[in-house]
């Protein structure tokens, strides 16, 4: 990307949504209110849930809304916008409101997880960037909580900067992988900008730089004696690798009574090497040497090495998690739910299509989370239409009956449960009113809500189908617009 | 990404790039010219070729190579840089020489498409950079160039900003994408910024915001008279989204005489409802009317959907472009291949490996294409070493034998044909010596270029392996490495 000056982000919308903003100008509809729904279909990697992140770049590219004169004179040099309109973007600011979940909630198809109310050049223009933060940042919030999952405990660093798909997608998506609860990245401007802990310390290149590996492993350990990890796959592993750095620590750590020290691997099978690393650096008394280990890493490979006894440390984690390789895709859509009539009804509006799977749930909506009291977990989330909620549809012993909408004949009937809004207000009328959390804070909300998470949803293959229910008025809007849209 | 300020890219670097500069610093390696190789090991999604890309912003980033006084700032305050070390990066510029193959050029495993050479500290910095930098606009040109092949002359654009793995993945990627043949994106600000022509019509949410279908339609007609694409599929593309196309058509251009107009799918089978739209329209007298389709569109899908006869005219491709969803990553590395020793002389350095396709191809080299004279069409690339060329290595009668570096029985001697160096000089000392072609003459050049590879290389499955063979210094060098080194 153009590293010589700032670029006004403002402009990173598909031109589709300024030709609309120009057409809305002209039809009379400028100032139509209109309701959109952020929203997903479906979970990368057929997983159980996703981790909903990208919230915060998404209220500084709210705040910093704006057209600078020289896109004005970009979109009047396009020859197809009436004046008008580029006289109304040169005052452009967001007016509207924004309702959002929280950066590290756990979050499920077909629930909302950004709600905006503006007018409608408004809410379009902000389409493609609020996307594209939202489904980039959750992707890789996602890919991370998983990868963390499997390592079970141990360290997760993010090392994928250079395989990322583009400057933002390694700067943003360590600070996602941080979310999701990777415990450093490579990546230093991630740290300087976000604070999420960046950390490294040789290539290949290192070694390759000096006469013998052993003079680069023992220069290594003068210059950084505090907590030296040598990097011992340049040549061969075993034979000249661990030898060379078990030396080098013995000559230079040891003296010093220093016990702090690692290895890392880059290559070969590391079930077998790491065991073979470990007895050595035990047998040579370096009991408290961390081993570290990178190439190629997912969570299932990672799964699997521990089955098979690797002896690891820490995982650096990067192409695989950078660009969530194995699904490098979160397909949230943006859709028009609801505008408001002249009159200030809210009138819900369906898109249908040949695909079932792409029809979308009308109306301006509550999100709800159902806890059970006893448990403490999780029972389902459920929508319900902006003018009711959980207490209106409760029945007369504060049991609530709900249903699945895909087959509305399974009900069941929940007790002894609380009921939270899972959406919170960030903007109302243009002005933000959400306090952000740290970014160490969202780490530890995503895990705290990870544990109101039944182990059947977290399971890799094949998790349970997390319930995200309609109210009876909800469905019953949907169902009416379904058959009767023209 | 931080939308409010201008980032410093030099601080997109990996932690150990700064970690090992610093240890370079101190231990007296400041100076080392080393010279590094940016290539990569295997063509994604299997095929037979990759499309270099992403060099102009690798230039732009070497120009702007700078340590803010925040970053030595952010730097100190890790408390493990020498100040003689941060001193040097208050000051630091890009003093070596850089050699690139050109954007466009069609490259293949094992061949450096970039090479610097410069002292350790500088060569090392700029690592994570100029790799995410060719890996991700390289991974998109190349996606680009199959989907654009699979679409035989017909449109082929770029669609897929919302789905980008973050902004600057949207913003390149879309410039990648007309490199390797889009004509033009969604993307509102590539346009702006790099020339990739920007365009678009309507979303689902034009159509859902007026009380009819037809009315939306018939407005965008007449604001938009010139050449209105309506995007058919919201409620019912047959039943009710052409025929309202149709009218609305009928009832505004037609009394103006116009005919340039154009229908979009996004859902449904698109070779069942392409071919019915097309006769609607044929019928109806739009004969001229285009057909575009977009929906989770790949070279796959675009080739059977030919194969099936659908009629269209323009393929809206996605989230499978811009993410490059069949492969997302592009395995570029960037390895130390030889440092100067205090004499000056090229030294050869190797990197070994438990993983055989990890081992690196030693020595400061040079890097041949070798055309046959009769045909214009590449016989393979061919790479000597820094002080030999091809010249120096023919056959008294002008034929040059070659052979293959896996298999080295395997030999062959081509006559008649012309030999050009695909690298170019970037930077010399530190300064930019080449001129960047325009973004059109770079679509352009690629495209001549694939004229050049024989069909072999371009099939989609199971491509032909192209040769990328050694002159025989430079095998001798590798072989002795190989089984002389620690």
Not at 130 to 157: D, E, F, P, W
Not at 279 to 301: F, H, P, R, Y
Not at 314 to 320: C, N, P, T
Not at 374 to 391: F, N, Q, R, S
Request: charged content about 25%; glycine content about 8%; aromatic content about 12%.
């Amino acid at each position: 990307m153009n590293t010589n000056k700032k670029l006004n982000m403002t402009m990173l919308c598909d031109f589709y949504e300024l030709t609309m903003g120009n057409g809305y100008f002209k039809a009379g509809y400028k100032d139509r209110i209109t309701h959109f729904d952020l929203f997903f279909r479906s979970v990368p990697d057929k997983g159980g849930y996703a981790i909903a992140a990208g919230l915060e770049q998404v209220i500084e590219y709210i705040q910093d809304l704006h057209f600078e004169p020289e896109d004005i004179e970009y979109l009047r040099s396009r020859k197809m916008f009436d004046e008008g309109f580029l006289d109304y973007l040169a005052n452009f600011k967001f007016t509207g409101d924004i309702f959002a979940v929280p950066e590290g909630t756990p979050v499920f198809p077909n629930e909302p997880i950004l709600t905006v109310r503006a007018p409608a050049i408004q809410s379009q223009l902000l389409e493609t960037y609020l996307l594209l933060t939202i489904n980039h940042q959750s992707l890789i919030a996602t890919k991370a909580n998983r990868i963390v999952r499997a390592a079970r405990g141990r360290t997760v660093l993010e090392f994928g900067s250079r395989r990322a798909q583009g400057s933002s997608g390694a700067i943003d998506g360590a600070r996602a992988a941080f979310i999701g609860g990777c415990k450093g990245t490579a990546c230093t401007i991630s740290d300087q900008l976000y604070g999420v802990p960046a950390g490294g310390t040789m290539a290949h290149a290192w070694v390759q730089t000096f006469d013998t590996q052993y003079d680069a492993f023992r220069a290594y350990c003068e210059i950084y004696p505090d907590n030296p990890v040598l990097l011992v796959d340049t040549y061969n592993t075993l034979k000249s690798g661990v030898p060379d750095a078990i030396r080098a620590f013995n000559d230079v750590l040891k003296p010093r009574g220093l016990t702090k020290c690692g290895i890392r691997l880059d290559s070969g099978d590391m079930a077998y090497l790491t065991r073979q690393a470990r007895q050595m650096l035990d047998e040579a008394g370096w009991t408290e040497c961390k081993i570290t280990v990178s190439n190629s890493l997912d969570e299932i490979i990672i799964q699997d090495l521990l089955i098979q006894g690797a002896q690891i440390d820490a995982f650096g984690v990067g192409e695989r998690l950078i660009t969530a390789r194995s699904e490098p895709v979160f397909g949230g859509v943006y859709k028009l739910v609801a505008y408001e009539d002249d009159e200030g009804n809210v009138v819900p509006k369906i898109k249908l299509s040949e695909n079932v799977s792409k029809i979308t749930t009308p109306q301006y909506k509550r999100v709800y989370r159902l806890f059970g009291n006893e448990t403490g977990k999780a029972i389902g989330d459920w929508l319900c239409t902006y003018d009711e909620d959980v207490k209106s549809n409760c029945n007369p012993d504060g049991s609530l009956t709900i249903f699945d909408p895909d087959a509305t004949w399974k009900k069941k009937t929940i007790n002894n449960f609380t009921a939270k809004e899972l959406q919170k207000p960030i903007f109302v009328g243009g002005r933000l009113v959400y306090d952000m959390p740290s970014l160490e804070e969202i780490q530890q909300y995503c895990a705290d809500q990870m544990e109101t998470m039944w182990d059947e949803v977290k399971r890799f293959d094949n998790p349970h189908n997390y319930y995200v229910d309609l109210s009876q008025k909800l469905w019953d809007i949907k169902y009416d617009l379904l058959t009767h849209n023209k």
